[in-house]
């Protein structure tokens, strides 16, 4: 089975954040923005907007093996710490710090 393609974005509305793919379909609403939980639900949405992309790193990194062949391990670690460093800073709204 096979996923919406992403990116997929979220978008505040009056009492929920929505997730929505690229042609603005709504795929997942979170619920619960009081003072006290605005900012977890933010953070929620952030995460799963960014699902495409987790898995798409993922991927990447599971493939790299065949990528990146005759490549030093240590290279390849970077390659790999910088897909995954990449897709945090996506799915926590944080600036992505490359080693």
């Known amino acids: 089975m096979n996923h919406s393609p992403g990116p997929w974005t979220f978008h505040e509305r009056s009492s929920h954040f929505q997730i929505q793919n ?29 699902a495409p992309e987790l898995l798409a790193a993922f991927q990447r990194i599971a493939g790299l093996q065949e ?16 897909i995954a460093r990449a897709a945090i800073a996506l799915a926590t709204g944080a600036n992505a710090i490359h080693a």
């Open 22 to 50: 690229e042609a603005e379909f709504p795929l997942a609403e979170v619920y619960g923005k009081s003072a006290f939980s605005r900012g977890l639900c933010e953070a929620n949405a952030r995460l799963i907007a960014a």
């Open 67 to 82: 990528e990146m062949d005759g490549t030093s391990f240590e290279e390849a670690f970077l390659v790999a710490e910088n």
